[in-house]
Structures are given as C-alpha cells and as structure tokens.
C-alpha cells in the first residue's frame, strides 16, 4: 500500500512538473512574440512618414538624423571659425575687428556649404523648396521683418566694418564697447560692466564710433569766469592746468576759445585731447574741473553765480494818498 502511494504521489509531482514547464514554454513563446509585436510597431511607427517634402517622405527617424546634423554643422560652423581666429589670424597683423568679421563669415559659409550638401546628401530636390521659400517670404513680409532687417544688418556691419569689436561707440543714449557681432544683435559693454543687447539694424542708421580712425579723442569742458577777469590770464591758466594733468595730451595740444559774453559771466571753453581717458571721459573732466578751481582760488579769478538785476518803478499818481482811511464797514442787520 505504500509502496503504491508513492509511485502516485511520484507520478503526479512529474506531471504537474512537465505541465509547469509546458506552461511555462508557452508563456515565454507567447511574451517574445508580443515583444516582438511591439518592436515592430515601435519600428514602423519610427519610420512612418509624417508628410512629404517633394518626393523625399519626412519620419521621426529623419527629423532625429536632421536634428543631430544640424547640430554637429553649427558646432563645426562655430569651431572653424574660433580655430581660424585663434590659431591663424592672431598670428598676423590684422586688427582685432578684422579678425571677428573675417572668422564670422567663413562660419557662415560652412555652415550654408554643409547644409546644401547635407540636403543633397539625403535626396532633397532643392526646388521643392520654392513653395516652402514664397511662405517663408510672405512670413518676412508680414512678421520676420525685424529679425530679416537685422540679419542683413549684421551681415552689412560685417561686411562695412563701419562698426568693429572693440571699437567705442554710442548710439541711442548709449556709450559703450562693442563686444560681439551676432547675427541679430551686437552686445555692447558699458563702463558699468552691463552688457546691453542692439538690433543690428539700429548700429546701420546714425551711430558715432568713438574708435574709427584710432584710439584719440578730444573733450571739451565749458568755464565761466566774472566780467572783472582778464581774459588772456584765464586762459594761460586753463592751458597750465590741462597740460599739467598727465592724461591730457601734449600733441595735439590743449586750446582754449573765448565763446561769448553770458548773462552773467565770459565764457571760455577748454578743449583737450586724450588717449588714456578715451572709455572714461568723466573722470579725466573731473580731474581738470577740481584742478581749475583750485587755480581759480589762488589766483583770484571769480566764478560768478547767476545775477539779475531787478528794477521796481512806482507811479506816484496811482499810488493812493497819505492820509487816506479806508471806510468803517457798518455791521449788518440783525
């Protein structure tokens, strides 16, 4: 008897094992051919095409390669350009704006020469572009206008170098050093150490440029001394003073012009020129404005203050009598 129970329990425990590795066979065929269902609808959603450009069907999987080449093209675009700065041109005399534009512009010529290849490459009919090109024109004409006019101003800044890096500038109430030339805006750094971002195409209007023809300027600081001054003593004194203070060139040298007779003083106007003050004028103004007017002490030479003179004519037949009284007013009644 219990030899026959357990041949049973031996038989069944085989079975129910065979079954469980039946079962189990089954259900990984089964798991693999779901996920190879699921694998083969991710890969024909990936490569389902979207929309057509031409004759060339755009999927997620082109628009990820557009993607990713597009941005090695810029890297290679803006690495060209840096490399060619960097290691060529520092290596020769030409200024510094000369440098930026020229390395700028062959960035862009990599990067518009590595897109037409690329779209070459991957089989694009560049005139079915002419549809997409009329739409990105109506968009200029309507809503890029700005950007567009900036961009070509970027490009005629470039291109002029009517506005270099590092030249001083001011523009708009805006005194500053231009930093960078981008492709829209062009940073100028303000004695502040502020970075101010301008359109393009503000810089391509009326702008002054500080810096064009090098690094020399000329100041003007306007002085006003009394009427009992002696003209020719003030101004051996403003060309003492301005020749004394070392950030005052001597070549060109200082001058001084008698501008007029004021209200209430003569005006002189001191002109001086600087290379050392050229990005902080006020401080080299400051500098003479304290040095005149301890001059001015010493010497004696007045600083006038604003006078009027004011006259008061009274007419005696309007003016009322000496003994007249003014009328007692009468109470109401109650």
Same mark, same amino acid.
């Given at each position: 008897?219990?030899?026959?129970?357990?041949?049973?329990?031996?038989?069944?425990?085989?079975?129910?094992l065979?079954?469980?590795?039946?079962?189990?066979?089954?259900?990984?065929?089964?798991?693999?051919?779901?996920?190879?269902?699921?694998?083969?609808?991710?890969?024909?959603?990936?490569?389902?095409?979207?929309?057509?450009?031409?004759?060339?069907?755009?999927?997620?999987?082109?628009?990820?390669?557009?993607?990713?080449?597009?941005?090695?093209?810029?890297?290679?675009?803006?690495?060209?350009?840096? $490399?060619?700065?960097?290691?060529?041109?520092a290596?020769t005399?030409i200024?510094?704006?000369?440098?930026?534009?020229?390395?700028?512009?062959?960035?862009?010529?990599?990067f518009?020469?590595?897109?037409? =290849?690329?779209?070459?490459?991957?089989?694009?009919d560049?005139?079915? $572009?002419?549809?997409?090109?009329?739409?990105?024109?109506?968009g200029?004409?309507?809503?890029?206008?700005?950007?567009?006019?900036?961009?070509?101003?970027?490009? =005629?800044?470039?291109?002029?170098?009517?506005?270099?890096?590092?030249?001083?500038?001011?523009?708009?109430?805006?005194?500053?050093?231009?930093?960078?030339?981008? %492709?829209?805006?062009?940073?100028?750094?303000?004695?502040?150490?502020?970075?101010?971002?301008?359109?393009?195409?503000?810089?391509?209007?009326?702008?002054?440029?500080?810096? %064009?023809?090098?690094?020399?300027?000329?100041?003007?600081?306007?002085?006003?001394?009394?009427?009992?001054?002696?003209?020719?003593?003030?101004?051996?004194?403003?060309?003492e003073?301005?020749?004394?203070?070392?950030?005052?060139?001597?070549?060109?040298?200082?001058?001084?012009? $008698?501008?007029?007779?004021?209200?209430?003083?003569?005006? $002189?106007?001191?002109?001086?020129w600087?290379?050392?003050?050229?990005?902080?004028?006020?401080?080299?103004?400051?500098?003479?404005?304290?040095?005149?007017?301890?001059?001015?002490?010493?010497?004696?030479?007045?600083?006038?203050?604003?006078?009027?003179?004011?006259?008061?004519?009274?007419?005696?037949?309007?003016?009322?009598?000496?003994?007249?009284?003014?009328?007692?007013?009468?109470?109401?009644?109650?």
């Open positions: 008897m219990t030899k026959r129970l357990s041949r049973w329990t031996l038989g069944t425990g085989v079975l129910l065979a079954a469980g590795i039946g079962f189990g066979l089954m259900r990984e065929n089964r798991l693999q051919n779901g996920v190879g269902r699921l694998r083969a609808d991710a890969r024909d959603l990936w490569s389902q095409p979207l929309f057509d450009l031409g004759s060339l069907p755009v999927s997620p999987a082109f628009l990820l390669k557009a993607a990713v080449f597009l941005i090695l093209l810029n890297l290679l675009a803006r690495g060209s350009g840096r $490399f060619l700065q960097k290691r060529v041109l290596r005399a200024d510094e704006g000369q440098k930026y534009a020229i390395s700028r512009g062959v960035g862009y010529v990599v518009l020469g590595g897109l037409f =290849i690329g779209l070459q490459a991957a089989g694009i560049l005139s079915s $572009f002419a549809i997409v090109g009329g739409a990105i024109g109506f200029i004409g309507f809503g890029l206008q700005s950007l567009a006019k900036d961009f070509v101003s970027g490009l =005629i800044l470039l291109i002029e170098r009517g506005v270099k890096v590092g030249d001083r500038i001011e523009v708009s109430n805006l005194l500053g050093d231009v930093k960078q030339i981008g %492709a829209r805006t062009t940073w100028v750094q303000t004695n502040d150490n502020v970075v101010i971002l301008v359109p393009n195409s503000e810089l391509t209007a009326r702008v002054t440029n500080w810096t %064009a023809h090098g690094h020399l300027a000329r100041f003007s600081l306007d002085v006003g001394v009394a009427y009992t001054s002696d003209p020719e003593g003030v101004r051996n004194v403003l060309i003073v301005a020749l004394a203070n070392e950030g005052v060139l001597k070549d060109p040298a200082p001058d001084v012009v $008698f501008v007029g007779f004021g209200d209430s003083a003569l005006n $002189f106007q001191l002109r001086v600087t290379s050392r003050h050229l990005r902080t004028p006020q401080t080299l103004k400051s500098e003479l404005y304290f040095a005149i007017f301890r001059r001015f002490r010493e010497d004696g030479i007045e600083i006038p203050f604003p006078q009027h003179e004011v006259r008061v004519i009274q007419n005696p037949e309007a003016a009322p009598p000496s003994n007249a009284t003014e009328p007692d007013l009468e109470a109401p009644p109650a």
